[in-house]
């Protein structure tokens, strides 16, 4: 880990909401001023309640949707000034998994022909060399390379989610963004892509944004975590950090709300309440006010920012909060995962993109 | 969605989706029958001057408004003009006004509705108020008054019918390229690097073909009614090349005298458009995505 690859300061993004005529009626304030950086060689996990603004959040990070403001710098370079074209040659480094393996894959086009995309575009292998290396691409994700001529529709979903995968690594991109990429798997299948993209991390060196909620995989997968709440981040630390000694009171309750979490006898942790909040008209002062079992009148005056070095946490209250009680089994959370990935990894490398036919 | 309800794999490997449609198709009788139907039509007209038996255009008083005999089995015209040739000859004209017009409405319209669909903003609104306008105006009256305007000729008529024609097709576009612009595939298709034409000519325009062949086909009928009923107000095929419309046009005065000059070309033109929907209907459930059950 050394220099951030990505950094994002201050970053908004608001979409305007219209009645039947077509005026605005206000905005849904997905994302509201996040700052925060991906050093690279790191897997950095956002996590959050749906609708929180994570996915709106991985899409800013790619500008793929444009913020109102705040800047994005990747690689050293401002990703808001560049012109499209510019734009459009930098996106060979920065890749994103989409979550829903059956919407992202171009139906009229084969397998060999969406992965060798990006080559042709990027200009990254001669023509006469691209079917070698699709096929090692499609190799290297767990597929056979005969499997190359066919259509998307023949395919299960974890095996489309491999070629989402191959198609991303195709332009040896050094950051990819994943947007909750297996939460639409089986589970059994969600363990051997989680360790394929943990091999993959971990032998190419990639820069990974895993968006998640499900906490079990993030606390396998990352090395730090980002909390979202309402477009907001509040708590950021590295994953063990987050995880044994939570701060923020949502993330308590977050991690508080895992199965198996509480154990026996059940846990002190006062479940969550009510929905979250609207982002059309959020709650003034601390977002999570409204929820929170803390709660002091400071907090509806002045919003908290995330304060901290390592281990960061937006909360008036942090300091005087008792500590959080450490998760009485250590790994509640990846219980079932680990014992599904060490299911899979036992029995020497299954046949590649058989296994996986849910 | 969990991977177990998705599609299974296919018994039938590295079946692209055209030869799925295909297959599909095929197993529509009435369809097969209307393309067999179409396919005929087009061989007499490719072949007229090697099965018509007469010329189309030799006239003969010695043989006027005669009933269908064996010498001339739909009878001779009021010029004692064979109307089996006559017919014949009348399928070149009547196909490809019907063929060619919807080529054309669908190199203006197509262009112009992805263009809508996909830039958004003023562009879309400028360009989605000029098809409504036209389609506000009947389809016929628009086309009689653009064939009259450019002049009588069966080119004017089917360029005619070809604008009149487009907005459809902008319409249809536009909309299917809306839809196609919200999915998950043309977000990674950016996402990867292609630039907004190469989105819509390689990733949009393929998936929106099934829709616009289908309305394609039904366009095709109803280009050749259209044709018919231009060539019957003398603004198509001139005299004295036949068309079916013009022979509908010249037997209204025989009705009842030599009613075989009106029935022979009406029935063309009957037996031509069910065809073209018949086929048109197969397309539609062969290529309908949610039809698995065939």
Known sequence: ????????????????????????????????????????????????????????????????????????????????????????????????????????????????????????????????????????????????????????????????????IARAL????????????????????????????????????????????????????????????????????????????????YTRALLASVPGQGGPGGGKVAVLEGDIPSPIDPPSGCRFRTRCPHAVPLCAETTPE????????????????????????????????????????????????????? | MSAATGPAVTASAGESPGRRA???????????????????????????????????????WARIRRPPSEAHWFG????????????????????????????????????????????GGWVDTVISRIADAMLSVPFLILAIALAAFLGPALENAMLAIAITASPIFVRLARGMALDAASTDWVEAARSLGNPPWRTALVHVLPNIVPPLLVQSTLAIAEAIIAEASLSFLGLGQQPPAPSWGSMLNSAQRFLETAPWLAIAPGAAIFVVVLAFNLMGDGLRDALDPRGTRR
Not at chain 1, 317 to 327: E, I, R
Not at chain 1, 329 to 345: K, S, V
């Open chain 1, 1 to 164: 880990m050394s220099e951030p690859i990505l950094e994002l300061r201050d970053v908004a993004r608001a979409f305007p909401v219209r009645d039947a005529l077509g005026r605005a009626r206000g905005a849904v304030r997905a994302v509201d001023g996040v700052s925060l950086s991906v050093p690279e060689g790191s897997v950095l996990a956002i996590v959050g309640e749906s609708g929180c603004g994570k996915s709106t959040l991985g899409r800013l990070m790619l500008r793929l949707i444009e913020p109102d403001r705040g800047a994005i710098r990747f690689m050293g370079e401002d990703l808001r000034a560049l012109s499209p074209a510019a734009l459009r040659r930098r996106r060979r480094d920065m890749q994103l998994i989409f979550q829903d393996p059956f919407a992202s894959l171009d139906p009229r086009m084969t397998v060999e022909q969406a992965v060798a995309e990006p080559l042709r575009l990027h200009g990254i292998v001669p023509r006469a060399q691209e079917a070698a290396r699709v096929a090692e691409l499609l190799a290297r994700v767990g597929l056979r390379p005969e499997q190359a001529r066919r259509w998307p529709h023949e395919f299960s979903g974890g095996q489309r989610q491999r070629i989402a």
């Open chain 1, 170 to 249: 195709a332009s040896r991109p050094r950051l990819i963004v994943g947007d909750e990429p297996v939460s639409a798997l089986d589970v059994s299948v969600q363990a051997q892509v989680v360790n394929l993209l943990q091999d993959l991390i971990a032998e190419l060196g990639l820069t990974f944004v895993l968006i998640s909620h499900d906490l079990g995989v993030v606390r396998h997968v990352a090395d730090r975590v980002a909390v979202m709440y309402l477009g907001r981040i509040v708590e950021d630390g590295p994953t063990e950090a987050v995880f044994a000694a939570p701060r923020h009171p």
């Open chain 1, 306 to 358: 995330l304060e901290g070095a390592a281990h960061r946490v937006a909360c008036h209250l942090a300091d005087s909060l008792s500590p959080a009680t450490p998760p009485r089994e250590r790994d509640a959370g990846g219980e079932r995962l680990r014992r599904l990935q060490g299911f899979f990894t036992d029995r020497a490398n299954p046949a590649p993109s058989t296994g996986d036919r849910a």
């Open chain 2, 22 to 60: 295909l297959r599909r198709f095929l197993r529509h009788r009435l369809a097969v029958f209307g393309a067999v139907v179409v396919l005929a039509f087009v061989l007499v007209a490719l072949l007229a001057p090697w099965i018509a038996p007469y010329d189309p255009i030799e006239t003969s």
């Open chain 2, 76 to 119: 001779t015209d009021e010029n004692g003009r064979d109307v089996l040739s006559r017919l014949i000859w009348g399928a070149r004209a009547s196909l490809m006004a019907g063929v060619v017009s919807v080529l054309g409405a669908v190199l203006i319209g197509v262009p112009i509705g992805l263009l809508a669909g996909l830039a």
